[in-house]
């Protein structure tokens, strides 16, 4: 009975760990991601979430982490990101 019951927990904690590791929809490709350096951004790059319902948290996210609120953001988006990080860079 013991066996039985620790293979029903390596079970179950392997299909949670693929949950965990398996992961896509990052902040990278978030709209509300607000990158610090949004002309070089990656995956490992901070920038500051900017979700209507959690901007009041300042959250500082880099764009390996995710959320249940993800919402792809749109290659329109990232351009208009870029032109005005290039402005402000001039």
């Known amino acids: ?3 039985e019951k ?3 927990n390596t079970s179950t904690n392997s299909s949670m760990m693929k949950r965990v590791t398996w992961q896509s929809e990052n902040c990278l490709s978030c709209k509300w991601f607000s990158p610090s350096d949004p002309l070089n951004a990656d995956i490992l790059s901070t920038g500051k979430c900017v979700h209507p319902s959690l ?3 300042k ?3 880099s764009g390996r982490d995710w959320c249940n609120l993800f919402v792809e953001i749109s290659q329109e988006q990232i ?3 870029q032109e005005k990080a ?3 860079e001039q």
């Open 6 to 8: 620790e293979d029903n």
């Open 55 to 57: 901007q009041k948290f």
């Open 79 to 81: 351009d208009q990101m």
């Open 59 to 61: 959250l500082t996210v």
């Open 86 to 88: 290039a402005g402000a």
């Open 1 to 3: 009975m013991t066996e």
